[in-house]
């Protein structure tokens, strides 16, 4: 299951990570922001944040006084499948740059916008997952997996964001499109994994 967890994590954060690698790139070279500097971008996901955080917080409390609270599995697979949707949305944004050759600002902010729905639902829950499912007696250890995971995460950034930016926009779809299918494979996985540790939380 932890392995699972630190799986979904990496790949999670190797894309979520984009924003400040080949989503960048893409904002400077193909992006419309007439006198916005492209390092404006950068505060879309901490805006979300505080504007969408309390919401998730309430959502979360609101489903578990009706017993209906998503495991952490599955607030995982949900942090993922958002992220996947993200990044099909900037698939398409890519193959309208490559026909229009710049494309609207609001691309990327609806990319940011769900990335950060994907972040509301698996950062919160990561660090006591690796704590909550681990061996009493390795937990603090383990709760050192969730930062290797993020770690991981960002060397996988940096290696994708150069392969997606190596040939310009040719190669970015090519690199979006892998993280799709991996986020997806490993969201469906969690989603299977959540039936087990479902009977497992009802028992505990």
């Known amino acids: 299951m932890l392995m699972l967890l630190f799986l979904g994590a990496a790949a999670f954060w190797s894309g979520f990570d984009q924003s400040a690698g080949s989503f960048t790139i893409f ?26 955080a309390p919401f998730f917080a309430n959502l979360w409390v609101f489903l578990g006084k009706r017993n209906l609270d998503p495991s952490t599995p599955i607030k995982f697979a949900i942090g ?72 991981l995460g960002g060397v996988l950034a940096g290696l994708l964001g150069g392969e997606a930016t190596e040939s310009g926009l040719e190669s970015m779809s090519p690199v979006f499109e892998q993280l799709v299918i991996y986020c997806l494979v490993l969201a469906v996985a969690l989603f299977v994994l959540s039936f087990v540790v479902k009977g497992k939380e009802l028992e505990d």
């Open 80 to 151: 993922l499948l958002f992220m996947a949707i993200g990044f099909i949305v900037m698939i398409f944004a890519v193959k309208l740059a490559l026909a229009e050759s710049t494309v609207g600002v609001q691309w990327l902010l609806i990319t940011y916008l769900i990335h950060t729905f994907g972040e509301l639902a698996l950062s919160p829950v990561g660090l006591s997952a690796f704590s909550k499912y681990s061996p009493k007696r390795y937990a603090g250890q383990m709760m050192g997996i969730w930062f290797l995971a993020s770690s």
């Open 27 to 52: 904002t400077r070279d193909y992006v419309n922001l007439y006198w916005v500097p492209v390092s404006w971008t950068q505060i879309a996901n901490p805006l979300f944040i505080v504007i969408f």
